[in-house]
């Protein structure tokens, strides 16, 4: 049978939308809005009843981390982090609170998804978890973190201990019986509670204990290192967020085509003017982007039209592997491939990329700048002495004082024992030679130093540094001594730190010193375009090996494999190539020089060559009698609509990135867009079920990872500069900078796939994860209840489509 024939009375199905199969009739051309939630969304019909509650705890949990950010500026900024772009940083008491809430119940799904799998997954995962929450707070006694007290430390792991008897319990009671069985149905529940209020008295006893000391305390750092190590685990999942973004454009231009040939006189005008349409304006809106002359715009779309379609000829050179030409392709890429896609373009590669350049490694931010002054990374307080002096001190120092001197003290790995003495106030004319002749130490000359004289003397054992500053009262005759002492290895490091408190003196009566608001340039411009080149010229490398090995395996045996697979492989690919042609300036400066200008791809460009592209498959498609000419106007309206649909978000995205601090709407989209995946993860994911990761353990699971991350948009959105008290304009982990990242990184290629498989591939039967079921009838038909109910309802969907 050729290509062009279809046998009597039979539907040619084939495949216009992500996750769709619509007949070929003008009529029936692509599937309702309502027809395709139905058939993918997460069916909490078929769950039980305590899975029901468990989903409708994490939809609550995300409506509050919603209303959290945008109610983040209520309540003052208390609590001290870490720094974060070379500035201090803080988070309001009821902000913390509440990210400690959602962490505590993100890490309890997480728990209860990962203990109701296989035992081998289950007991895996909890080591993983329990050994990343001890190391990050310090309870194993790892680190300089463990400062906890006894009975704390003891507390906290025999907490952890009881994560391990809950789920080696639990894991016996069960009997080796599947995840989904009905006699387990109160134990899910309890297992969900009990972890919930483990991990939440696990922070709470944390909290309770950590020391605090002149303002340091040990536990806000803690939770900032753990929070951002979940800020690297939920990547990917943002960059996967960027696709929904697209499939909403794509869904629209579909519908779109539907609704403007629904009279049948107007079916065949529609199926070319909506594709032709869409493609104009996609074309529009690739010209109006570069704000340049006409020639300018000319020159520079055709030249990033013309090195895209390099890129898509690639693909397309794969694509004609003798193996893969015989193949059939999936309808859509389910949410585990993409996510594996994502996880090594997003996450594994720049990380590893990172190892490799040096790049990733503990660099504390200075605390001191060159002229000698605390830098906004310095966690300082202004303190008032009794005299009525005002001294910057850092947090977490020892203060003794009398009527007559102070002390500051601190203890550091870096300079030891750190010892400050002030003195005064000194009437009259002073000397600081005279003032230390008595410490019966060899003195060295006296030095001036801006409006303070310094004096070096010989320590005695076991002390590395001794110095002396005298510093005057501008509007009188009194003086103030200083007495610095050290007794580390770094004896400059600690005379700069201990300097540093002593040029923040301010007499009495004068206002205090201020903290720096925004961090110090530590690494020129030059210097970190060459360490960015590296980057990712080392992430390109990796990138194309890992490219080849998936061509090697596409090339290879590929029978057996599932078209989802083969087309994740390509997709992996494609991403390759294009990254290949978005670096390629940073290929030639690190090849030839820093002054070295490759030409790379522009937006506009890409989209300009899609739009042209289109057109002209369009006017062919009009003479053409095969197959793909009459799936064609049915999918270039999906690529167009959602590649428009990309370019308007990343717009919204940069405006707001490029604000003081990211807006709340940009937040809350990206937590509607997770909120989205999770509702629409079951056609590909949670709506079914395996020997190895049953359907409650897939749908707990996505929930807690879905928990986390909007935990760690609450935490993050909200920090704000101690010195300053402003909201910070760069954060270490900003969802919406890397989700805009994923539009164009992620989304679009996939797009492009996606049309080309369903425009000129062969459609594959429907593949499920179902077919591995629990061996005994009870366990079997709880997992399976979901599926045959579905089986119902894409069976009355495709009797309405026909």
Same mark, same amino acid.
């Given at each position: 049978?050729?290509?062009?024939?279809? %046998?009597?009375?039979?539907?040619?199905?084939?495949?216009?939308?992500?996750?769709?199969?619509?007949?070929?009739?003008?009529?029936?051309?692509?599937?309702?809005?309502?027809?395709?939630?139905?058939?993918?969304?997460?069916?909490?019909?078929?769950?039980?009843?305590?899975?029901?509650?468990?989903?409708?705890?994490?939809?609550?949990?995300?409506?509050?981390?919603?209303?959290?950010?945008?109610?983040?500026?209520?309540?003052?900024?208390?609590?001290?982090?870490?720094?974060?772009?070379?500035?201090?940083?803080?988070?309001?008491?009821?902000?913390?609170?509440?990210?400690?809430?959602?962490?505590?119940?993100?890490?309890?799904?997480?728990?209860?998804?990962?203990?109701?799998?296989?035992?081998? @997954?289950?007991?895996?995962?909890?080591?993983?978890?329990?050994?990343?929450?001890?190391?990050? &707070?310090?309870?194993?006694?790892?680190?300089?973190?463990?400062?906890?007290?006894?009975?704390?430390?003891?507390?906290?792991?025999?907490?952890?201990?009881?994560?391990?008897?809950?789920?080696?319990?639990?894991?016996?009671?069960?009997?080796?019986?599947?995840?989904?069985?009905?006699?387990?149905?109160?134990?899910?529940?309890?297992?969900?509670?009990?972890?919930?209020? @483990?991990?939440?008295?696990?922070?709470?006893?944390?909290?309770?204990?950590?020391?605090?000391?002149?303002?340091?305390?040990?536990?806000?750092?803690?939770?900032?290192?753990?929070? =951002?190590?979940?800020?690297?685990?939920?990547?990917?999942?943002?960059?996967?967020?960027?696709?929904?973004?697209?499939?909403?454009?794509?869904?629209?231009?579909?519908?779109?085509?539907?609704?403007?040939?629904?009279?049948?006189?107007?079916?065949?005008?529609?199926?070319?003017?909506?594709?032709?349409?869409?493609?104009?304006?996609?074309?529009?809106?690739?010209?109006?982007?570069?704000?340049?002359?006409?020639?300018?715009?000319?020159?520079?779309?055709?030249?990033?039209?013309?090195?895209?379609?390099?890129?898509? $000829?690639?693909?397309?050179?794969?694509?004609?592997?003798?193996?893969?030409?015989?193949?059939?392709? %999936?309808?859509?890429?389910?949410?585990?491939?993409?996510?594996?896609?994502?996880?090594?373009?997003?996450?594994?590669?720049?990380?590893?990329?990172?190892?490799?350049?040096?790049?990733?490694?503990?660099?504390? *931010?200075?605390? @001191?700048? &060159?002229?000698?002054?605390?830098?906004?990374?310095?966690?300082?307080?202004?303190?008032?002495?009794?005299?009525?002096?005002?001294? $910057?001190?850092?947090?977490?120092?020892?203060?003794?004082?009398? %009527?007559?001197?102070?002390?500051?003290?601190?203890?550091?790995?870096?300079?030891?024992?750190?010892?400050?003495?002030? =003195?005064?106030?000194?009437?009259?004319?002073?000397?600081?030679?005279?003032?230390?002749?008595?410490?019966?130490?060899?003195?060295?000359?006296?030095?001036?130093?801006?409006?303070?004289?310094?004096?070096?003397?010989?320590?005695?054992?076991?002390?590395?540094?001794?110095?002396?500053?005298?510093?005057?009262?501008?509007?009188?005759?009194?003086?103030?001594?200083?007495?610095?002492?050290?007794?580390?290895?770094?004896?400059?490091?600690?005379?700069?730190?201990?300097?540093?408190?002593?040029?923040?003196?301010?007499?009495?009566?004068?206002?205090?010193?201020?903290?720096?608001?925004?961090?110090?340039?530590?690494?020129?411009?030059?210097?970190?375009? *060459?360490?960015?080149?590296?980057?990712?010229?080392?992430?390109?490398?990796?990138?194309?090996?890992?490219?080849?090995?998936?061509?090697?395996?596409?090339?290879?045996?590929?029978?057996?494999?599932?078209?989802?697979?083969?087309?994740?492989?390509? $997709?992996?690919?494609?991403?390759?190539?294009?990254?290949?042609?978005?670096?390629?300036?940073?290929?030639?400066? @690190?090849?030839?020089?820093?002054?070295?200008?490759?030409?790379?791809?522009?937006?506009?460009?890409?989209?300009?060559?899609?739009?042209?592209?289109?057109?002209?498959?369009?006017?062919?498609?009009?003479?053409?009698?095969?197959?793909?000419?009459?799936?064609?106007?049915?999918?270039?309206?999906?690529?167009?609509?959602?590649?428009?649909?990309?370019?308007?978000?990343?717009?919204?995205?940069?405006?707001?990135?490029?604000?003081?601090?990211?807006?709340?709407?940009?937040?809350?989209?990206?937590?509607?867009?997770?909120?989205?995946?999770?509702?629409?993860?079951?056609?590909?994911?949670?709506?079914?079920?395996?020997?190895?990761?049953?359907?409650?353990?897939?749908?707990?699971?996505?929930?807690?990872?879905?928990?986390?991350?909007?935990?760690?948009?609450?935490?993050?959105?909200?920090?704000?500069?101690?010195?300053?008290?402003?909201?910070?304009?760069?954060?270490?982990?900003?969802?919406?900078?890397?989700?805009?990242?994923?539009?164009?990184?992620?989304?679009?290629?996939?797009?492009?796939?996606?049309?080309?498989?369903?425009?000129?591939?062969?459609?594959?039967?429907?593949?499920?994860?179902?077919?591995?079921?629990?061996?005994?009838?009870?366990?079997?038909?709880?997992?399976?209840?979901?599926?045959?109910?579905?089986?119902?309802?894409?069976?009355?969907?495709?009797?309405?489509?026909?």
């Amino acid at each position: 049978m050729t290509e062009q024939e279809t %046998p009597p009375g039979a539907v040619d199905h084939e495949v216009t939308a992500i996750g769709a199969a619509v007949g070929e009739s003008a009529e029936h051309d692509v599937p309702g809005l309502r027809a395709t939630f139905a058939e993918r969304r997460l069916s909490v019909r078929t769950m039980d009843r305590p899975l029901r509650l468990a989903t409708a705890g994490a939809a609550a949990s995300l409506v509050g981390a919603a209303l959290l950010v945008a109610l983040r500026d209520v309540g003052h900024s208390k609590v001290v982090l870490l720094p974060s772009g070379g500035v201090e940083t803080t988070l309001s008491t009821p902000l913390f609170i509440a990210a400690l809430c959602l962490l505590a119940i993100g890490f309890g799904y997480l728990t209860t998804g990962v203990v109701l799998a296989h035992r081998l @997954v289950g007991l895996l995962a909890v080591a993983v978890v329990t050994g990343a929450l001890g190391f990050y &707070t310090g309870v194993l006694g790892v680190g300089l973190r463990a400062v906890l007290p006894r009975w704390a430390t003891w507390a906290t792991r025999g907490l952890l201990l009881a994560i391990w008897l809950v789920a080696i319990g639990a894991t016996l009671w069960r009997r080796h019986r599947h995840g989904d069985a009905p006699q387990d149905r109160v134990l899910r529940l309890v297992l969900l509670v009990v972890y919930c209020v @483990v991990f939440g008295g696990y922070l709470l006893i944390l909290r309770l204990a950590s020391p605090t000391l002149n303002g340091l305390t040990n536990f806000p750092g803690s939770v900032t290192l753990l929070m =951002g190590g979940l800020a690297l685990l939920t990547t990917p999942i943002l960059f996967v967020a960027a696709i929904d973004f697209g499939e909403w454009g794509q869904l629209t231009g579909q519908r779109l085509l539907t609704a403007a040939g629904r009279p049948k006189s107007l079916a065949n005008v529609s199926r070319v003017v909506i594709p032709a349409a869409l493609c104009v304006a996609l074309l529009a809106v690739a010209w109006t982007m570069d704000p340049e002359t006409t020639a300018h715009r000319l020159a520079r779309i055709t030249q990033s039209a013309l090195i895209f379609a390099v890129a898509v $000829l690639v693909l397309l050179a794969i694509w004609r592997l003798p193996r893969l030409r015989s193949g059939a392709w %999936p309808e859509t890429l389910n949410f585990a491939v993409v996510l594996v896609v994502a996880a090594i373009v997003a996450t594994i590669v720049p990380d590893v990329a990172g190892l490799l350049q040096g790049q990733i490694i503990a660099k504390p *931010t200075p605390e @001191v700048s &060159t002229a000698g002054e605390f830098t906004a990374a310095a966690n300082v307080v202004s303190r008032t002495s009794p005299t009525g002096l005002t001294l $910057l001190v850092p947090a977490g120092w020892q203060v003794d004082a009398t %009527p007559t001197f102070e002390q500051y003290t601190n203890s550091s790995v870096a300079f030891g024992a750190l010892v400050l003495l002030i =003195g005064g106030p000194i009437p009259g004319p002073a000397s600081l030679r005279a003032l230390t002749a008595g410490l019966g130490a060899p003195l060295g000359p006296v030095e001036t130093v801006g409006t303070l004289q310094r004096l070096e003397f010989t320590p005695a054992s076991p002390r590395t540094l001794s110095v002396g500053w005298l510093a005057r009262n501008p509007e009188g005759s009194a003086a103030y001594l200083f007495i610095g002492a050290a007794t580390g290895s770094d004896p400059q490091g600690a005379e700069q730190y201990l300097a540093a408190m002593v040029n923040s003196f301010r007499p009495p009566g004068a206002p205090s010193a201020q903290i720096p608001s925004t961090a110090d340039e530590v690494t020129p411009a030059q210097a970190q375009q *060459t360490s960015s080149d590296r980057l990712n010229v080392t992430a390109d490398a990796l990138t194309v090996l890992l490219a080849l090995i998936c061509l090697a395996l596409l090339a290879g045996r590929t029978r057996g494999w599932t078209g989802r697979t083969r087309a994740g492989l390509m $997709l992996f690919c494609f991403v390759a190539v294009l990254d290949l042609c978005y670096d390629a300036d940073s290929i030639g400066r @690190v090849l030839l020089g820093p002054a070295t200008a490759w030409p790379t791809p522009g937006q506009p460009g890409v989209l300009a060559a899609v739009a042209v592209a289109g057109l002209v498959l369009l006017a062919i498609a009009r003479r053409s009698t095969r197959r793909w000419a009459r799936r064609l106007p049915t999918t270039l309206p999906g690529l167009a609509g959602g590649l428009l649909a990309l370019r308007g978000v990343e717009v919204l995205y940069n405006h707001a990135l490029a604000a003081n601090r990211i807006s709340v709407w940009a937040a809350v989209i990206v937590l509607l867009a997770i909120s989205w995946d999770v509702i629409m993860s079951g056609e590909s994911m949670t709506n079914h079920a395996s020997r190895w990761v049953p359907r409650s353990s897939r749908v707990l699971v996505f929930l807690g990872y879905a928990i986390l991350l909007a935990c760690a948009v609450v935490f993050f959105s909200g920090q704000r500069g101690l010195g300053s008290g402003l909201p910070l304009p760069e954060v270490i982990f900003e969802p919406e900078s890397i989700t805009k990242s994923g539009l164009f990184g992620l989304a679009m290629p996939l797009m492009i796939l996606l049309f080309l498989l369903h425009t000129f591939g062969e459609r594959e039967p429907r593949d499920h994860e179902t077919a591995d079921l629990p061996p005994d009838p009870a366990s079997r038909a709880a997992a399976g209840e979901m599926v045959t109910n579905r089986s119902v309802d894409a069976g009355r969907l495709d009797g309405a489509a026909s």
